[in-house]
């Protein structure tokens, strides 16, 4: 049952770390650095388990299939959710966040069946983002949720559904640590899904406008580009 499936997850992976507390006031500096560390680590790894092949498969192909891809979260998760665009826009894929404050219904109202929605919502219950996928579903816009687990009003209203780790109360905690590594995560999975779809085209189109728009230096060998090197790098993908 739904009931169990979460009394299970629940129990699995954070053991070792209070994701509202997860250190406490008489810890060091290095001992904080630690923990943090512990704590993305198994974010990660909790957010992982809750992903589902058919449901990022899906996310995956309405996102390949949208003419335009509109993102809508609130405070933090519109954030967040910038660097993803970002991303997104440098492989020629066209991502938009609102960041006008009253445009989402604006944004909403001007989407289409070709576009593709992706909300951000914690809880699945924040009054606004919902308002926003009442518009959506009038304008047969498909909708990608990232949302808690069980059964939300936000997840029963879209085409597919990802995960974020549920470890967080709402506000008494230190920061929505879990939170935002997990929807980093999850997002990051959703560009690297689309780059590898076209995996060549798209690794030669950075390269390629990597070299013309890219002018910073640098004193570390690691970091340096060099004409050999992308000779060899591009020619070892090229097939036999």
């Known amino acids: 049952t739904e009931f169990l499936a979460e009394q299970t997850y629940l129990q699995t992976y954070f053991e070792d770390v209070d994701a509202n507390l997860p250190f406490q006031a008489t810890d060091g500096l290095m001992t904080i650095a630690n923990k ?3 704590l993305e680590r198994t974010t990660i790894d909790d957010t992982l388990s809750l992903l589902n092949h058919d449901a990022l498969q899906k ?3 309405l996102l390949l299939n949208a003419q335009q891809i509109k993102i809508f979260g609130s405070n933090a998760n519109l954030l967040i959710s910038q660097d993803f665009a970002l991303k997104m826009r440098r492989i020629q894929k066209d991502v938009v966040t ?3 404050l009253g445009e989402d219904a604006y944004e909403a109202f001007n989407s289409r069946s070709d576009t593709c929605a992706i ?17 959506l579903q009038k304008q047969k816009t498909p909708i990608i949720a990232l949302t808690s687990i069980g059964d939300n009003t936000l997840a029963s209203m879209s085409q597919t559904v990802l995960r974020i780790t549920t470890r967080e109360r709402l506000y008494s905690k230190i920061a929505n640590f879990t939170i ?9 999975v959703l560009y690297a899904s689309v780059f590898a779809e076209d995996y060549q085209k798209n690794l030669n189109h950075l ?12 004193s570390s060998a690691i970091m340096a580009e060099s004409p050999e090197s992308m000779i060899r790098f591009t020619e070892s993908f090229r097939p036999n």
């Open 119 to 135: 909300l951000i919502s914690y809880t699945g219950e924040n009054n606004f983002i919902l308002h926003i996928a009442k518009i």
């Open 98 to 100: 609102s960041q006008t």
């Open 59 to 61: 996310a995956k192909q």
């Open 207 to 218: 390269i390629e406008i990597g070299e013309l728009a890219d002018k910073r230096k640098t």
């Open 36 to 38: 943090i560390a512990t």
């Open 180 to 188: 935002n590594s997990s929807i980093c995560y999850l997002l990051d």
